[in-house]
């Protein structure tokens, strides 16, 4: 192991990666260094702020020394960059539930199954609904998850990381002034109209849509959004900035920053991306995205 872990050192010296970084921290971590396997992930995470499994290694290192509040709060800043990270809401439903706070582990399992499918979390949703207090109303979980997360709606409990509703200064109606901002990409030739959304995939602003085709678009951005994250994460790649999907019959155009609000621009098959950018990178400056 020791020959791996100094292999590794010499790499990211001069090739520097998210997965070397966290291929560094769990060997640290196995090896029982566990001072040098949370300092490999702060280390992974100044390099690369989005990498979503440094944060859930950092919380398994921190929950293992006690470190509860701190594992959560760890796990909560890799969600906000990774939504769709399965394994930070699985890891979070284990700490939650090992302090008794059964009715937050249960919806951080929801969430997961939300993402994706898994008959381990089903069971240890079945399990964990089977030791929740009589409070509850008693019903059996064995049907179908919804296929979508439903609003959280506030309640006057103590907040805990997990039951906050994520919110971005993109996630209300656009003012006046920011859907003016779209009326130069609009009036590009060849576009069709343009959708501005959040990560949530709701509409900001719109301009030269019918009306449906700008929640379609806003939809297609945060799957795709979201998608991507998880793949980058994974993979070290860092984040999405653009992305097409070209037909014979058009062509769908988006640019994002942050991963927090998106220009999605439909547009003509001869419509060139590069001169759409610079108009859809200035509403984004003008949005305060950029």
Same mark, same amino acid.
């Given at each position: 192991?020791?020959?791996?872990?100094?292999?590794?050192?010499?790499?990211?010296?001069?090739?520097?990666?998210?997965?070397?970084?966290?291929?560094?921290?769990?060997?640290?971590?196995?090896?029982?260094? /566990? =001072?040098? @396997?949370?300092?490999?992930?702060?280390?992974? !995470?100044? %390099?690369? +702020?989005?990498?979503?499994?440094?944060? &859930?290694?950092?919380?398994?290192?921190?929950?293992?020394?006690?470190?509860?509040?701190?594992?959560?709060?760890?796990?909560?800043?890799?969600?906000?960059?990774?939504?769709?990270?399965?394994?930070?809401?699985?890891?979070?439903?284990?700490?939650?539930?090992?302090?008794?706070?059964?009715?937050?582990?249960?919806?951080?399992?929801?969430?997961?199954?939300?993402?994706?499918?898994?008959?381990?979390?089903?069971?240890?949703?079945?399990?964990?609904?089977?030791?929740?207090?009589?409070?509850?109303?008693?019903?059996?979980?064995?049907?179908?998850?919804?296929?979508?997360?439903?609003?959280?709606?506030?309640?006057?409990?103590?907040?805990?990381?997990?039951?906050?509703?994520?919110?971005?200064?993109?996630?209300?109606? /656009? =003012?006046? @002034?920011?859907?003016?901002?779209?009326?130069? !990409?609009? %009036?590009? +030739?060849?576009?069709?109209?343009?959708? &501005?959304?959040?990560?949530?995939?709701?509409?900001?602003?719109?301009?030269?849509?019918?009306?449906?085709?700008?929640?379609?678009?806003?939809?297609?951005?945060?799957?795709?959004?979201?998608?991507?994250?998880?793949?980058?994460?994974?993979?070290?790649?860092?984040?999405?900035?653009?992305?097409?999907?070209?037909?014979?019959?058009?062509?769908?155009?988006?640019?994002?920053?942050?991963?927090?609000?998106?220009?999605?621009?439909?547009?003509?098959?001869?419509?060139?991306?590069?001169?759409?950018?610079?108009?859809?990178?200035?509403?984004?400056?003008?949005?305060?995205?950029?």
């Amino acid at each position: 192991m020791e020959s791996e872990l100094e292999r590794l050192r010499k790499k990211v010296e001069n090739f520097p990666s998210a997965s070397t970084f966290t291929r560094l921290a769990e060997l640290s971590h196995d090896a029982g260094d /566990a =001072a040098g @396997a949370e300092e490999w992930c702060r280390k992974c !995470l100044r %390099a690369f +702020p989005r990498h979503g499994m440094a944060y &859930v290694i950092l919380a398994d290192l921190q929950n293992a020394k006690g470190r509860t509040e701190d594992a959560l709060k760890s796990l909560a800043a890799g969600l906000e960059k990774d939504p769709r990270l399965v394994q930070a809401h699985r890891a979070a439903a284990e700490i939650l539930a090992k302090a008794g706070r059964t009715p937050e582990a249960v919806a951080e399992l929801k969430k997961a199954l939300v993402i994706k499918d898994d008959e381990q979390v089903r069971a240890r949703l079945r399990e964990l609904a089977g030791s929740a207090s009589g409070s509850r109303p008693a019903s059996p979980l064995a049907g179908a998850v919804p296929a979508a997360p439903r609003p959280t709606v506030p309640t006057a409990a103590p907040a805990a990381p997990f039951a906050q509703p994520v919110t971005t200064p993109f996630s209300r109606p /656009a =003012a006046p @002034a920011q859907a003016r901002a779209l009326d130069h !990409l609009a %009036a590009e +030739p060849g576009i069709r109209g343009v959708a &501005v959304s959040d990560a949530s995939g709701r509409v900001i602003s719109t301009k030269g849509l019918p009306a449906g085709q700008d929640e379609a678009l806003a939809a297609l951005g945060a799957e795709v959004g979201r998608g991507a994250a998880m793949a980058l994460t994974t993979t070290g790649g860092g984040g999405l900035g653009s992305w097409s999907v070209v037909t014979g019959s058009g062509q769908i155009l988006a640019f994002t920053r942050g991963g927090q609000v998106t220009v999605l621009v439909l547009a003509e098959p001869t419509v060139r991306p590069a001169m759409i950018e610079l108009r859809a990178r200035q509403v984004l400056a003008e949005l305060g995205a950029a």
